[in-house]
């Protein structure tokens, strides 16, 4: 969520000079959901609101705006029909606005509650011609104005930021480790990849897996706050067991996969349960990992059914 908002910051920063489109009002089938927004310059634009013809208005709104300089708001429904060739059947509300210099006012305290992990409301209150953006904490929540209310009459938006991701730890530096590591880089999560191989020097798009002994493996689990997500595919049985044992042991965690197949988990819960491991503490325990079907031990695939998995776990907290 903070990746847009870090972006917008540094390009004011630059002198830069750009538009913000958002989804502020969404009913029925949509493209994508309240909260999804665009950062728009006169020639390239991050993130995506569905794309398809909707995406196209909201750019060339964007850029329309961008070439006038009183105006710098504007709020415009549309429903998704015949008019637009798209077939979804809903209805969307798009607010698009200028940010510049003058977007700081917001922008820096909004990257400052990220960087702390705290939740905000980004608010836009709108008084004649004018709209004013402004950081509020989380609550008393102050009224808003839903999608239903015409656009003449809308008075403040309301939107709750919630900075903090899930964490999730990757232990293990090989070909199914590197596949997850790739996969969840541009997910909702606050990624954290720990191995102890350091013959592979491992790395996947732009992720960097920290390298330590197999005793401090042990010691950053431990560590970890609590609700965290473990994966463990690391080079070694031996220490596949340790952190497996060590995460059961803490009990206080989100998701525990471990990589292998219901052999290898047979193997695990007979040793855990001479190691006092009750029934109940290995019925948390995920192996084989990802969503049930995909049967394919290719790294990639297997990376691709943990991510669905993690998603439908976590889908109301990641965004």
Known sequence: MSEWIANALAAVKRGERLAMVTVVGAQGSTPREIGARMLVWPDRFTGTIGGGSLERQGLDQARRLLGQSRRRHALQDYPLGPLLGQCCGGHVRLLVEQVDADSLAWLEPAA???AAREPFRLQAEFEGEDMRRSIQPTSPDAPADGPRTPIPEVRRLSELMQPARPK?????????????????????????????????????????????????????????????LYAIFTHSHDLDYRLTRAA????????LGLIGSRTKRARFESRLKADGVTADQLA???????????????????????AAELLQLTQDTAA
């Open 248 to 255: 059961l042991a803490r009990g206080d965690f989100g998701y």
């Open 112 to 114: 400052a509650a990220c």
């Open 284 to 306: 948390r325990l995920t192996c084989p990992i990802g969503i049930p079907g995909l049967n394919s031990k290719a790294p990639a695939v297997i990376a691709v059914a943990l």
């Open 168 to 228: 999730l730890v990757i232990f293990g530096a090989g070909h199914v480790a590197q596949a997850v590591a790739r996969a969840f880089a541009p997910l909702p999560f606050d990624l954290e990849w720990l191995a102890s191989r350091e013959d592979l020097r491992p790395e996947a798009d732009g992720a960097h897996a920290e390298l330590m002994s197999e005793d401090d493996l042990e010691a950053c689990l431990e560590a970890a706050p609590a609700g965290a």
